[in-house]
């Protein structure tokens, strides 16, 4: 389901050349990567702070939704504030972890208040894990609309 919603669903993700790079199961982790595209790149060839803050906000949105049914409860980003620690050019790649005791715990807010926030840090690293950027960011899990539903199918 994550491959579909960020390589063929989610038109942002697909325009900044995103992909699944890795899921880990055990470790509960996400990892995207964003392509070496030159559309993600600023007036000085280097990768531009907002494609950068784009793949760290998906990154946790998607380590989140894996455990939950987006028909059902939708991921929605509230808070970002992004350091920019080292401009690049180039692939990068953002892991995100959302282990199975934070989702049960999520599930438990969600189900008793109707929503659940769920805040997480995030790193963006470049080519020999140069660190690029650290972000902090908070998601609010929500019941997912009606006219929403559609996209994700019956």
Known sequence: MLVRVVEQACPFAHHASMR???LDEDKGSVTLAMGDDPANLNA????HAGAICGLAETAGGMAIMRHFDPRETLVLNTVFNIRYVHPLRGELRCTARVVEEEARALREDFEREGRADKAMDLKVFGSSRVLVAQAQATYRLI????????????
Do not use: K, N, Q, S
């Open 44 to 47: 000085f060839g280097l990768v």
């Open 20 to 22: 699944v790079a890795e």
């Open 143 to 154: 019941r997912t609309p009606e006219e929403y539903r559609r996209y994700f199918g019956a």
